[in-house]
Structures are given as structure tokens and as C-alpha cells.
């Protein structure tokens, strides 16, 4: 799977080959007032701290998220917005179809319910935001264990795990208060890029031939 899939799933959302969580509800407090920070124009880091030019975001005033690197035009002008969650850390929420759509991969939805939610929770310094999604085999162990409600679903392979957080609002709001679902996951990192969209389309830019550059550089080495 591509690095900026990953990036954008952990983000890692649901892509296929990777592991997902979903909630059955929404947790109650929940909020669509954007939270602090997040307009702007964001790139994604590689595993080396280096910026990708394959995945960016720019989320305008209203909190819309339009995935500019998106290969579907026709859904990058849809909003998407997500809604906010604070306890003793911060959380963002996006429903299911939006969460696809966002990461352009409306076809991996196999063995996710059609309705719910994906929650990661979010850190921010230095005009840097990380990412993680739920520790999915922690996830696992705890709704088999009956340690919370859920179920839990594996591909045909057996090697990809599809979890389904089940609660009413407040017992989703009372999971993510008192139990860290999220600890040990690999975050995914994203940098800031100014709060115009103008910015992030001249960074992209700049990257890309740069990308271009030394892909042609590597090619005639190799003559």
C-alpha cells in the first residue's frame, strides 16, 4: 500500500489491507465548531520526516476538508467536515462514507457497516498535527475479551481485522473519558503549510519538480 494511503488512514481509516475501527455512535459532547489549528493547507510526512507530495489537505474557515490530491475531481469539491471530541485527549471524527471518500478509496468499504463513525485522536506542536487511529488489535482483544461491546470481523485472508465499537452516545463519550484505545498505534504526521490554499499549491508545486527533477537525475545515472 502506498505510503500517503497509510498516511491518510491513520488517517489509516480503512483502506483495503488495513486494519479499521469503527464506532457505532457518535460520542456525546460531541462538536462541529472547528477545532483550533486545523484550517489551512497541510502536507503529508514520509517515514523520514520529509514532505510527500502525493497527499495534502486544505480544510478552509468552515473546517470543509477538500483532499487536493484526490485523483476523483468530481468528490474533491464536496464538503467534507469533520466533528471534535475533548477529553483527556483530542479526538476528530468523520462518518464512514466521508472517511472513503476522503481518502479516495470509496471501494473499501467491504466488511464496514454502512453507517458509523471513524475516530482518530490528534496532537499538534510546532505546526506539526499527528494522527493515530485506534490500536486495532488492542481493539480486538478488548471486544472479544468482553472488555467492551463490539464485534470483530476478519478478511477472508485472516490477516486484516474489521472492529465495530458498539455503545449509545454516551457510552462511546464514557469509552473514549476512561480507556485508551489509541496508545500504541503509529501516528501519521502532517505539516502546516499557511493558512492560504495559494501556499500549499505552491509548496506542491515545488515538490513535485523537485520529485521530478531527481526521478529524471536517477533515470540517466542508470544509462
Known sequence: MKL???LLLSICLALS???ATTFESLPAGATSDCAAHWPGGWIA????GQ??????LFINTKCEIENVTTKNKSDSVLPIKPQFF???QHYAILGIADGLRLADSP????????????IMRWDYDSQRMAL???????????????AIDGSVSRERTGRTLRNNIGGDPAQIQSLLQNMDLF????????RWTGPTRKALDTTLAKLRKQKADAEQHAAKEKH
Open 132 to 146: 493515530r487511529s485506534p490500536a486495532h488489535k488492542l481493539v480486538a482483544t478488548l471486544i472479544v475479551n468482553g
Open 17 to 19: 489491507g488495513c486494519d
Open 45 to 48: 510526512l514520509d517515514e523520514q
Open 86 to 88: 475533548n477529553a483527556a
Open 183 to 190: 496508545g500504541d498505534s503509529a501516528p501519521a504526521h502532517l
Open 51 to 56: 514532505d510527500d507530495p502525493d497527499f495534502a
Open 4 to 6: 500517503s494511503a497509510l
Open 107 to 118: 471501494s473499501d468499504a467491504k466488511n464496514l457497516p454502512t453507517q458509523g463513525y471513524f
